[in-house]
C-alpha cells in the first residue's frame, strides 16, 4: 500500500514538474510574459518565475483558486482566468497580488458564492475586471463595492435585477459591457445608480424589448453606446431612448442588427429618424434592422443635423423615397455614406466612390437601367466616401 502510494507521489510530482515546465516565459524590457493557456492545469503551477508581470493561465481546468495560489508572484500586473472552469475562489486567493489592474475570469462557472466579499480587497489597483459568462443569476454587488478604481468592467447582464449600491461604488468606471446580456426592460429608473459615474461606453447587446424615453438619461458623459443585436426590437421603436441623451456630444452609436425576428419589416416616420439629431452624434450605425422605408422629411427635423459625420444604412430593404435622398444634401458635415446592399433585388449600381470631391451620385446601372430614368441628386458637400453598391432596385427608377 505505502509503496503504491510513494509511487502516486513521485508520479503526481513528476506530471506536475513537466506540465509546469510547458509554461512558455518571454522577456522584452520590463515585461515577462509566461504563458501556461491551454496546458490542463489543475491548480496554478508553482514555478513560474517570480518576476512575471503578464501570467496566461486561461483554457485550463483549474476549478478552484485556492489562498496564496500566487503570493509569490508580485510583479503580476495581468492575469488571464479565462475558461479555466472556475466555481470556487477562497476569500485570500489573490492575496499578494499587489500590482495588478487587470483581472480576466471570463467564461468560467462563478456564481454570487464564488465571489466571497473580500475576495478582491487584497487588490488596490485593479482597474479591468471581466466577470462575463459566467452563470450570475444576481449581481455580485458585495464585491463590486470596494472596487472605487476600476475604470472597465464585463459582466452578465441579468434580467428583472437591479443594480444597487456595488455599481454605484464604481466611480471611476468608463467602461461597461453587459455579456451575455438577458436584460429585456429600459425603463426610466432602470439605471439610476449610474448617475453619478461618468461612464463613456455603454455595451448592451441584450433582449431587450421595452423602453422608456429616459432610460439612458444617466449616462450624460456617454461617448460611445452600444445597443446593438436586441433580436426582438424594432429600430424605430428604441431610437426613442435618444430623447435620455438630448443635445449632448456623443462620438459612436451603433444600432446594428436589431430586430432580427424573420420575416418582417421596419418604417422609419420623419419623427423618429429625426431622433438620431436630437443627439450631436458623428457616427451613426443603422445596418441590418430590417428597415424598408425612411419617410422623408426626417433629416430636415434633426436638430443636430450638423454633428452628423458617418451614417451607415447598409444590408436594409431601404427603397426609399426620393425626398430623403435630396436633404441628405443638408447633412453638411458628413463624410461617410454607406447604403449598400439593400436587400431587394440586387442590381449591381457601380456607384462605389471614393473621391474627395465627390458632389454628385449618379445612381443608372448601364446594364439594367440602359434605358430607364437616371435619378440624379445632390451629396452633402463635405462626402468623402460613399458605398452604394448592390442598392435595391426600386430606388433606382
Ligand atoms: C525570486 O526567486 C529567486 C530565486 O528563485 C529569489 O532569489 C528571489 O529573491 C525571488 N524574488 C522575489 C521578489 O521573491
Ligand atoms: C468557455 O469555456 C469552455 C470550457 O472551459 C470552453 O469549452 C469554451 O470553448 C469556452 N468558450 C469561449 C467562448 O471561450
Ligand atoms: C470595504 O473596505 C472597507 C475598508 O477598507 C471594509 O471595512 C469593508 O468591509 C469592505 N467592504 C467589503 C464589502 O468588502
Ligand atoms: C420617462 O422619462 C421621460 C423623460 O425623459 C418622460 O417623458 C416619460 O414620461 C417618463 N416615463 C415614465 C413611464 O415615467
Ligand atoms: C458639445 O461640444 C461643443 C463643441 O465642442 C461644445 O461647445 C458644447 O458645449 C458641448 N455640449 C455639451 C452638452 O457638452
Ligand atoms: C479613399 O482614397 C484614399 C486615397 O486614394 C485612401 O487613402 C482612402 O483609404 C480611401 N478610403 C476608403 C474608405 O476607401
Known amino acids: 500500500m505505502n509503496v503504491l502510494r510513494i509511487f502516486y507521489l513521485v508520479l503526481f ?3 506536475n514538474k513537466s506540465l509546469s515546465s510547458k509554461c512558455t516565459t518571454t522577456r ?7 504563458d501556461c493557456h491551454g496546458k490542463g492545469f489543475r491548480y496554478v503551477p508553482r514555478n513560474v518565475p517570480n518576476d512575471t508581470t503578464c501570467l496566461d493561465l486561461s483554457d485550463n481546468e483549474l476549478s478552484v483558486i485556492s489562498n496564496f495560489a500566487f503570493s509569490r508572484l508580485k510583479y503580476v500586473s495581468s492575469l488571464k482566468l479565462s475558461s479555466a472552469q472556475i466555481s470556487v475562489i477562497e476569500s485570500k486567493a489573490f492575496s499578494g497580488l499587489v500590482k495588478l489592474t487587470s483581472l480576466d475570469l471570463r467564461n468560467n462557472t462563478l456564481d454570487i458564492h ?3 466579499e473580500n475576495v478582491f480587497n487584497s487588490l488596490p489597483f485593479l482597474r479591468i475586471l471581466d466577470l462575463s459568462q459566467n452563470n450570475f443569476q444576481q449581481y ?7 472596487l472605487s478604481d476600476l475604470e472597465r468592467l464585463s459582466i452578465n447582464g441579468i434580467n428583472d435585477q437591479t443594480f444597487g449600491n456595488g455599481f454605484r461604488s464604481l466611480s471611476k468606471l468608463t467602461y461597461l459591457n ?6 429585456t426592460r429600459m ?3 432602470t439605471f439610476d445608480v449610474f448617475k453619478n459615474i461618468q461612464l463613456k461606453e455603454l455595451i448592451l447587446n441584450c433582449k431587450i424589448r421595452y423602453v422608456e424615453p429616459g432610460a439612458l438619461n444617466p ?3 456617454i461617448e460611445r453606446l452600444d445597443i446593438s443585436r436586441n433580436f426582438n426590437v424594432r429600430i424605430s421603436y428604441l431610437l426613442q431612448l435618444l430623447n435620455g441623451l438630448m443635445d449632448r456630444n456623443v462620438t459612436s452609436i451603433d444600432f446594428s442588427n436589431n430586430f432580427r425576428t424573420i420575416p418582417a419589416a421596419d418604417v422609419l416616420l420623419a419623427s423618429q429618424f429625426a431622433m438620431i439629431g436630437a443627439v450631436c452624434v458623428k457616427e451613426v450605425d443603422l445596418t441590418r434592422n430590417q428597415i424598408i422605408s425612411i419617410q422623408s422629411g426626417g433629416i430636415n427635423l434633426m436638430k443636430h443635423k450638423n454633428c452628423l459625420e458617418k451614417l451607415i444604412l447598409k444590408e436594409n430593404s431601404i427603397w426609399g423615397d426620393r425626398s430623403l435622398a435630396i436633404e441628405m444634401v443638408k447633412l453638411v458635415n458628413l463624410r461617410w455614406l454607406d447604403i449598400s446592399n439593400q ?6 449600381t457601380n456607384a462605389y466612390k471614393n473621391k474627395t470631391c465627390l458632389r454628385r451620385l449618379d445612381m443608372t446601372d448601364t446594364n439594367y437601367f440602359s434605358d430607364r430614368l437616371t435619378f440624379v441628386f445632390q451629396l452633402p458637400h463635405n462626402l468623402q466616401y460613399i458605398d452604394a453598391s448592390y442598392l435595391g432596385v426600386k430606388v433606382l427608377v
Do not use: R
Not at 436587400?343 to 449591381?348: E, L
Open 140 to 146: 455580485p454587488e458585495k464585491v463590486l463595492e470596494n
Open 343 to 348: 436587400a431587394t433585388i440586387h442590381v449591381k
Open 28 to 34: 522584452t524590457g520590463n515585461d515577462v510574459f509566461t
Open 187 to 189: 425603463d426610466n429608473n
Open 13 to 15: 510530482f513528476l506530471i
Open 114 to 116: 464564488s465571489l466571497l
Open 219 to 221: 449616462f450624460q458623459s
Open 178 to 183: 453587459f455579456h451575455p446580456c438577458s436584460i
